[in-house]
């Protein structure tokens, strides 16, 4: 039988594969690695073009890749941008000023690709300017029908993208609540094209311990024997909770509690925003308390989790999804949550405290903290159905799950 042929579109954004980071990227790379196991198609990757995804990319057997390398001009110009938008207009998300030119440079050179080949089915990973792709006529004709938009957020805007987006094939969202969201901005959407398809972890790596690996970090962070290590991991922006975390840190007027703020503000990049800078800032009362790690990469995540005793994400907007979450309990480690977007989909109320996003927060995280590190005996159970979720998370069933919805 004759394979599907499978493209994945990507932004533009960072490369896959993931050399650079970035939750998505992982995740294509994830089911890139698994067809490399079973072959049920054959993938091909638009993708940007960097040194050492495009040397990584020929250990692929069952994928092709086509990478657009960004003209210097052009990354100059991006750089323009992003400068006036930090300091002239003083824009508060910065990530959205960051690769725009990039990003339409690379994207405008996919349809002639597109043309040129035949493949049963498009992608479109998440980014919602690549439906700019379908607003070429000839592509639009020629994938009527096979269009796939592959979601991990809530969507802001469709760029004037809305017929296009009407026209897709089906719809893959992380979470029933990203696909509730987007079918608000797309209301000719059936519930029957829409499909979740929850993300997977590499269980194997998460559950492995690499004890040479999480000693050199010790010793890297200054990390003491009688060090209750708390975790906060992710993109440091304001949805993300780090601020939050910090502020519970120091309610919690205990010398031996350290916590280690793990990422940047755009994954493996130098951005330095005036958000980075209010974390640096709130911190300056306890600086031995707090490590700011910076970015690190994600093969090596599963050693920052294990040196820990708790992990607190306390997501401040509608989480998409919850793989933070779900990496930090598979690893074994007590979690605080909140009970925010997709989160309770991934992580049940027995395998976390999950709080409210109230005006108690920073004082519940404390409380959470604190009882976590004085009785921590009573959440063995609950580390226990965090350990199980390996089950359900796994990457063979990432895959797996992902064939049954592009087979219907």
């Known amino acids: 039988m004759e394979r599907m042929k499978v493209a994945f579109l990507t932004s533009g954004i960072s490369p896959v594969p993931a050399t650079k980071g970035g939750a998505v990227e992982n995740l294509i790379e994830d089911l890139l690695d698994e067809n490399e196991k079973k072959h049920s198609f054959d993938f091909s990757v638009f993708s940007l073009y960097e040194e050492k995804a495009a040397e990584q990319s020929k250990k692929y057997k069952n994928s092709n890749f086509y990478f657009v390398k960004s003209p210097e001009v052009v990354n100059c ?17 910065l990530i959205s000023y960051r690769c725009i030119l990039r990003r339409l440079y690379v994207m405008s050179k996919f349809p002639k690709i597109l043309l040129k080949n035949d493949f049963d089915r498009l992608v479109l990973v998440t980014n919602s300017t690549l439906f700019f792709v379908l607003k070429n006529k000839k592509v639009a004709k020629k994938y009527e029908g096979k269009t796939i938009y592959y979601l991990h957020n809530e969507v802001r805007s469709l760029f004037k993208c809305e017929k296009e987006a009407a026209s897709i094939r089906s719809l893959i969202g992380i979470s ?12 000719t959407l059936n519930k029957e094209q829409c499909y ?19 000693i050199e970090y010790r010793n890297k962070y200054g990390i003491e024997d009688n060090d209750f290590v708390v975790i906060f991991a992710g993109r440091l922006v304001d949805e993300k909770g780090a601020l939050e975390t910090i502020k519970a840190i ?19 990049s130098d951005i330095v925003d005036d958000y980075t800078l209010e974390l640096q800032k709130e911190a300056e009362g306890i600086k031995d ?3 700011f790690t910076g970015y690190i990469d994600y093969k090596d995540m599963p050693s920052i989790y294990q040196l820990g005793n708790v992990a607190v994400l306390p997501s401040m907007w509608e989480e998409p999804a919850g793989m933070t ?10 979690l605080i949550t909140t009970n925010s977007g997709g989160i309770p989909e991934y992580i049940p109320d027995n395998a976390a405290i999950l709080l409210n996003r109230d005006e108690n927060l920073v004082d519940n995280i404390k409380k959470s903290i604190l009882m976590i590190k004085d009785e921590p005996g009573k959440f063995d159970a609950m580390i226990s159905n965090g350990r199980k979720l ?19």
């Open 77 to 93: 110009f991006d750089k323009a941008i992003y400068w006036i938008a930090k300091n002239l207009l003083k824009k508060a998300n």
């Open 390 to 408: 390996v089950q359900e998370y796994n990457l063979m069933n990432y895959y797996s799950n992902f064939e049954t919805i592009l087979m219907e």
């Open 289 to 291: 308390g707090i490590v």
């Open 196 to 214: 979740v398809l929850k993300n997977g972890v590499d269980t194997v790596r998460f559950t492995a311990r690499d004890e040479r690996k999480i």
């Open 176 to 187: 029933e609540f990203v696909n509730n969201s987007f079918r608000k901005q797309v209301p």
């Open 250 to 268: 120091k309610e919690c007027k205990d010398e031996h509690i350290k916590l280690l703020i793990v990422g940047a503000g755009f994954y493996s």
């Open 325 to 334: 979450m779900v990496e930090a309990v598979v690893s074994g480690l007590p």
